[in-house]
């Protein structure tokens, strides 16, 4: 069975950056559009960033320019790359398939953007 393992999350001041990584069990990137989504508190799930199994990028308008998906095949992880950190981007950050795909839900990982 196919877990997901998110981590790289925590504390950090406005501007500063963090990379989160997310950990396949399976080779499921290779074959799958993948996606890091973020839920904040009293809000919705939602699709921040999007990656293609051929490559290809998409964002929310609200992190563009700011954060950056990418993959490592070798190593079965796929990243987000999060730079100029407000505080709106203080969420739980999660990834899974695009679309999401239920029981590969994980604990996900908290950002919390603070001074």
């Known amino acids: 069975q196919v877990q997901l393992v998110e981590s790289g999350g925590g504390l950090v001041q406005p501007g500063g950056s963090l990379r989160l990584s997310c950990a396949a069990s399976g080779s499921i990137f290779r074959l799958n559009r993948m996606g890091w989504f973020r839920q904040a508190p009293g809000k919705q799930r939602e699709l921040v960033a999007a990656?293609?199994?051929?490559?290809?990028?998409n964002y929310a308008d609200s992190v563009k320019g700011r954060f950056t998906i990418s993959r490592d095949g070798a190593k079965n992880t796929v990243y987000l790359q999060m730079n100029s950190l407000k505080p709106e981007d203080t969420a739980v950050y999660y990834c899974?398939?695009?679309?999401?795909?239920?029981?590969?839900w994980g604990q996900g990982t908290q950002v919390t953007v603070s001074s």
């Open positions: 899974n398939t695009n679309p999401p795909y239920a029981p590969f």
């Open positions: 990656l293609t199994s051929g490559g290809s990028t």
